[in-house]
């Protein structure tokens, strides 16, 4: 079970959208649509922003945005806030009933 | 609304067993959901160590698997992980957290330290 692939940082300006892409195979996040994203601010504990790949939980903006295409998820921020600097994780639903998690990216409010 | 809560020793050693309860409050266990446990060792990424449902059944990273044992108490409202034959490499922030769905955790406990050391 090998962690999905992130870039290990993004950056923009403020006012922005940026993009961070997460690399999975046809056994997770090709396979199923059960692809989540977390934003983690240090020393915090992750924060649930996207699940199953476009769903947004009550309460997260709608400049937060997910999608999918084969084995590659995308999480899209548009106009970009200072507060959105953080680390941000993706997940996917795996065969043999496990979860995994996405490598990580930093994403930096320039 | 939901809180979870870790509790546990922060310092281990190595070979001996690290053990977490997270206790639940604002929600039943036992009305449904799958409750996790995750890890995040110092300055790198989260890692799913596995989950539990109310009753009983639980599954596990692979790559934990055999050291791993996660139980549920449901007249308690808690959950717990056990992990045998620590080394360094298990010094993490444990986080337990609740699946609302889709795989996907919507609770987060505060988290917990744990270091392996002698």
């Known amino acids: 079970q090998s962690a999905l692939t992130q870039p290990a940082s993004v950056s923009g300006s403020p006012g922005q959208s940026i993009t961070i892409s997460c690399s999975g195979t046809?056994?997770?996040?090709?396979?199923?649509?059960?692809v989540s994203w977390y934003q983690q601010h240090p020393g915090k504990a992750p924060k649930l922003m996207i699940y199953e790949v476009t769903n947004r939980p009550s309460g997260i903006s709608n400049r937060f945005s997910g999608s999918k295409s084969g084995n590659t998820a995308s999480l899209t921020i548009s106009g970009l806030q200072t507060e959105d600097e953080a680390d941000y994780y993706c997940?996917?639903?795996?065969?043999?009933?496990?979860?995994?998690f996405g490598t990580g990216t930093k994403v930096t409010v320039l | 609304q939901v809180q979870l809560q870790e509790s546990g020793p922060g310092l281990v050693t190595p070979s001996e067993t690290l053990s977490l309860i997270c206790t639940v409050s604002g929600f039943s266990i036992s009305s449904g959901n799958y409750w996790g446990w995750i890890r995040q060792p110092p300055g790198k990424g989260l890692e799913w160590i596995g989950y539990?449902?109310?009753?009983?059944?639980?599954y596990s990273n692979p790559s934990l698997k055999s050291r791993l044992t996660i139980s549920v108490d449901t007249s308690k409202n808690q959950f717990s992980l056990k992990l045998s034959s620590v080394t360094a490499a298990d010094t993490a922030v444990y986080y337990c957290a609740r699946d609302g769905g889709g795989f996907s955790y919507g609770n987060w406990g505060q988290g917990t330290l744990v270091t392996v050391s002698s």
């Open positions: 539990i449902y109310h009753s009983g059944r639980n």
């Open positions: 997940s996917s639903y795996a065969s043999s009933t496990t979860v995994v």
């Open positions: 046809s056994s997770d996040i090709g396979a199923y649509n059960y």
